[in-house]
């Protein structure tokens, strides 16, 4: 007897859960590591194959376009030919633009400092909320981005 699927139901395997450390990342040793892991959260926080994700992210490494500075000057074309070249494709023009927005938020409010918007969140609850008023930044990017944050706030409470 064949083992049919119900219709309309579809099988979604569960995304890998990724930490900093394995992508040879400190988050808390400071800012360059925490902006590094953000942009890795971004990437994975989208409905996107994470392996795309991590490619992609490489790549912005590999180019320099690892500070929130960098990305801000980079032109929108150039982003879009970084993702596409990832494999980012599907989600290209869209991402582009909001790291540009995101970016420049986080330039303007904290200095470009995600370390400073930590320092400045009373506990985890209000730092989530300041993460998702950057653009493009929904639940989900906060909860991965938010994984290696908890030691920060653990800390505070000693």
Same mark, same amino acid.
């Given at each position: ?39 890795? +959260? ?12 991590? #490619? ?56 470009? +400092?995600?370390?400073?918007?930590? *320092?400045?969140?009373?506990? *985890?609850? *209000? ?22 944050? #908890? ?8």
């Amino acid at each position: 007897m064949a083992d049919y699927k119900k219709p309309g139901k579809r099988h979604v395997k569960p995304k890998p859960i990724h930490h900093a450390a394995d992508f040879g990342l400190d988050v808390l040793s400071g800012d360059d590591d925490m902006f590094r892991w953000f942009l890795l +959260s971004y990437l994975f926080g989208k409905p996107i194959q994470s392996s795309v994700a991590a #490619q992609t992210w490489k790549l912005f490494i590999a180019r320099k376009l690892d500070t929130p500075w960098a990305i801000l000057q980079t032109p929108n074309r150039a982003l879009v030919r970084l993702l596409d070249e990832g494999k980012y494709t599907r989600y290209d023009e869209t991402t582009a633009r909001a790291l540009h927005i995101c970016t420049e938020q986080l330039i303007r409010d904290y200095d470009g +400092s995600l370390m400073l918007m930590c *320092e400045n969140s009373l506990d *985890e609850d *209000e730092f989530s909320k300041r993460l998702q008023m950057l653009y493009g930044v929904g639940p989900k990017t906060a909860e991965i981005f938010m994984r290696e944050t #908890q030691e920060f706030f653990a800390r505070r409470v000693e």
